[in-house]
């Protein structure tokens, strides 16, 4: 269906359902390509509607047979499901269908990897299995039977039944369909166990294909300690007896909350010291505990519809990440997680793909599963707690749970708990949800007669359909120091709600210097007027770990930026300012490999879009080598030294402690290796115990331009598993030089190992390849072309993944016209193929617009 033709959906228009469901009854008969789905659907009239249609869900399926009430009947066909007379009473709806698994490339339904079967419902997967109110409000108990051969068969709930060639489910707890799971195979598991608080014993798996058995351990760790930690900070305990997690290779996401039998890609569970690196851990730990926080927002209260997506996924970004701070490093965390927002969420909030928290209309609902919808979801929730306080934020949580278990509910709902323990009013703080946008913040200050004030100036930019944008509250965290470093006023919540306001601190000796918007309390650009002194003094003196960091991010952007465009040489105060952080003994080494790490690329050129000037990726790409080489140069002498001191070379533990200092050696390598010929860089990934180490050798190698035999040798060693392989094809796009980016990622789809069926592999050629910017924007439009050949070879088999590879071209109007005109004719060429998928043609008709 081409995209003018596909219908939008909104907000405004949700009605709830005509009929629920009291009961599920499914029963699988599993073959690869003529896979039996018999349901028993037990309906009653919603007496909330006052339409009594009745109209089922359904994509691609073969309908054989159906039945009201035992009575044979004739249901009308359509494209997205079906229709039928129905009586106007409670009814009992038999269906038996025919769907195809091992033909199921989109990874959507009911499909095949590996030899193995399992499900991805959400949001909208269901239906390609039967015919359903495929709709989050209808939520049911669900029992399942499977038949098959295969030694493994899973699905949601408890297991009540099972025998040779069959196995019966039962969850008790009524869930949407998104939340169905089905999983068969010959599969193996690492066996683990957990008494909740309250006494119950829960059986817990980890499953995975026969030779992953030992890269299992972490992972169920990481389910304890989630487990364990929900009860402690929410007091949400786990309500089933089995909790089931399984690895699939081919998957679109990370992973998936399925009640009870959680649904992970494998590069999201599988790990050891030799398979995985230290990023991969802290990944691994934090996906595991965001789906099981689900359980509880998310599964026991889920979401009334796809607009409400944020209800769930903000908050539990938000618990996630309150889970790794605690697990791990605080300041870390923050630093790594505004880091990711900056790259990912403001740069869609920047261009045409920007939609408010909660979007008000969507033709194909995947194409939101954003980092708008996650990660700034998840701040609007930091911003309210941090409004209302720890306290008020632990009540309200309490009612959330109290009121609204075994319900879908709204960002409404949401908002009311809030207000009804704190009394406070959130009319105007609900429109995070509903305007898009960075806001801007600007701040200007004043000092006389003792008194300091700061005035705050914000402003909201249009965005796709959107103008005339209203003030927000916006949580300003603000701490000021005198002049010889000491803090004389600690950290306070100013509250900006107006255009513009003022804000006065009286009493103080001298004129302070400001640290403002303190751990980044509310997710907006600020726009300072400050010089290369005061930021290297907060560098040196604030107590705020992420101002800090903040500091020298801006010092080393503004050093970069002066150099790109102006042709100046490093700045010497923000290389002098680096020098004392990295050698200074006192700080986390994790802490210290953050501040020597430079501003990315796309970070780069989007400063330079602000200020209204045309990024040049290649110039940008020249400029930070240049300032690499200076800062090789002004540590030059302590490179060594702080290598060696804390160089890790006791047994591996993906521990914060050893992986900061892993982190911290890694990038001190990277330069190392400009001045040593590679050295020791050849001696890191030679006697290397853990990928961590080897990986961190073999890219310090590769951005110097050598490493070629050590590659060869990489690919010898792990051709048989392919989780370290995708690293080996990402590595190599990622560090190519710009001219020779594309025709990289070229040959590596050439290789027999590359696969466009598994997204994984697709991604780490072609995530790395638009990641690689002055690559993948190089002026020959290589880069542009092999992207879009590429795109419209996956379309037809994996929508959802070409779907959301389309945002590498999202900045395109911040380019030159040569560029822009270029992505224009690739956008244009893939637009316009005859039966484009509805996700392909959203995205592509959005970026377009
Ligand atoms: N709900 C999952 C992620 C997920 C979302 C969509 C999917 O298919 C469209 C698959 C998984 C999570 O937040 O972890
Ligand atoms: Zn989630």
């Given at each position: 269906m081409a995209d003018a033709e596909t219908p939008t959906i909104y907000l405004r228009d949700y009605t709830p359902p005509a009929w629920l469901v009291e009961e599920v009854q499914l029963t699988f008969r599993l073959a690869p390509e003529t896979t039996r789905v018999l349901s028993r659907i037990r309906f009653t009239p919603n007496p909330e509607a006052t339409d009594r249609t009745f109209v089922l869900d359904g994509e691609g399926l073969t309908l054989i047979s159906a039945r009201i009430d035992g009575t044979e009947v004739d249901p009308t066909l359509t494209e997205a499901g079906l229709t039928c007379d129905v009586p106007d009473t409670a009814f009992v709806w038999e269906a038996e269908v025919e769907i195809a698994p091992a033909s199921n490339t989109a990874l959507e339904g009911l499909y095949m990897s590996n030899g193995m079967y399992s499900t991805q419902c959400e949001a909208q997967g269901f239906r390609k299995i039967t015919y359903y109110p495929d709709r989050p409000d209808v939520m049911a108990p669900f029992s399942v039977r499977i038949e098959s051969d295969l030694p493994v068969l899973l699905s949601n709930g408890n297991r009540v039944a099972s025998g040779e060639g069959f196995a019966e489910w039962h969850d008790p707890w009524p869930k949407p369909a998104y939340l169905f799971a089905l999983v068969a195979g010959e599969l193996v598991n690492l066996p683990g166990s957990f008494t909740t608080r309250s006494g119950r014993e829960v059986e817990l798996n980890v499953w995975v294909r026969p030779g992953d058995e030992d890269k299992c351990d972490f992972a169920m760790e990481a389910l304890k300690k989630s487990m364990t930690w929900d009860e402690k900070v929410y007091g949400r305990e786990y309500d089933l007896d089995i909790f089931n997690i399984v690895a699939v290779d081919?998957?679109?996401?990370?992973?998936m909350e399925n009640k009870g039998l959680n649904i992970f890609n494998s590069s999201a569970v599988l790990a050891n010291a030799r398979t995985a690196t230290d990023a991969n851990f802290e990944r691994i730990e934090a996906i595991i505990a965001h789906e099981y926080f689900h359980n509880w927002t998310g599964n026991r209260i889920t979401c009334r519809d796809w607009f409400q997506l944020c209800l769930k996924e903000g908050l539990t970004v938000f618990r996630d990440a309150q889970f790794t701070a605690d697990m791990r490093s605080e300041p870390v965390k923050r630093i790594s997680d505004v880091l990711d927002l900056r790259g990912r969420q403001f740069r869609e909030d920047g261009g045409p793909l920007a939609h408010p928290v909660r979007p008000e209309s969507f033709k194909e609902i995947n194409n939101f599963y954003t980092a708008t919808v996650y990660e700034k979801g998840a701040e609007v929730i930091g911003m309210l707690k941090r409004l209302v306080g720890d306290e008020a934020y632990a009540k309200a949580l309490d009612l959330y749970f109290d009121r609204h278990d075994g319900q879908a509910c709204t960002i409404e709902d949401w908002l009311r708990v809030f207000e009804d323990t704190?009394?406070?009013?959130?009319t105007q703080f609900k429109r995070w949800y509903s305007q898009a946008g960075t806001p801007r913040v600007v701040m200007t200050d004043d000092w006389a007669d003792g008194t300091y004030t700061v005035t705050l100036k914000q402003s909201l930019p249009d965005t796709p359909g959107q103008t005339g944008k209203q003030p927000q509250v916006i949580p300003f965290a603000i701490g000021l120091l005198d002049p010889?470093?000491?803090?004389?006023?600690p950290t306070t919540l100013l509250e900006l709600t107006e255009t513009e306001q003022s804000f006065t601190f009286a009493g103080l000796a001298d004129r302070p210097i400001p640290s403002p918007l303190r751990g980044f309390s509310a997710p907006v650009v600020l726009d300072r007027q400050t010089d290369a002194e005061e930021r290297a003094f907060l560098l040196a003196h604030d107590t705020d770990p992420f101002n800090k960091w903040e500091a020298g991010r801006q010092l080393a952007k503004t050093a970069l930026i002066d150099m790109i465009d102006g042709g100046q040489a490093p700045d010497d105060r923000y290389l002098d300012a680096v020098r004392r952080v990295v050698t200074d003994e006192s700080l986390d080494p994790a802490f210290r490999s953050l501040c020597l790490g430079l501003p990315s690329e796309d970070d780069l050129a989007q400063s330079f879009a602000d200020s209204g000037r045309t990024p040049d990726p290649q110039a940008i790409w020249d400029g930070r080598e240049a300032m690499r080489g200076a800062l090789a140069e002004v540590l030059s002498g302590d490179l060594g030294p702080l290598y060696r001191a804390h160089l890790v070379t006791e047994p591996y533990a993906p521990s914060a402690e050893q992986a900061g200092k892993r982190s911290l050696t890694n990038i001190l390598l990277s330069l190392l290796t400009r001045r040593d010929g590679g050295a020791a860089a050849q001696g890191q990934f030679a006697d290397a115990d853990n990928l961590t180490q080897q990986i961190g050798a073999l890219s310090a190698l590769l951005t110097n331009g050598l490493g070629s035999l050590e590659l060869a040798s990489f690919a010898e060693q792990w051709s048989h598993e392919r989780l370290v392989m995708d690293k080996w094809f990402m590595i190599q796009v990622a560090h190519a030089r710009p001219a020779d980016a594309a025709r990289v990622a070229d040959a590596l789809t050439q290789r027999p190992d590359f696969a466009m069926t598994n997204p994984n592999r697709f991604r780490s050629v072609f995530g790395a390849l638009a990641m690689n910017q002055a690559g993948f924007h190089h002026a020959s439009g290589d880069g542009y072309r092999l992207m879009a050949d590429w795109l419209i070879r996956l379309d037809p088999v994996n929508p959802q993944t070409t779907a959301r590879m389309c945002s590498a071209f999202q900045t395109w109007r911040r380019y030159d016209a040569d560029r822009q005109g270029m992505i224009r004719e690739q956008l244009e060429r893939i637009a316009a193929l005859p039966g484009l998928s509805r996700d392909t043609a959203e995205m592509v008709g959005r970026i377009l617009e």
């Open positions: 081919d998957f679109n996401m990370g992973a704190t009394g406070r009013d959130l010889s470093g000491q803090e004389v006023v």
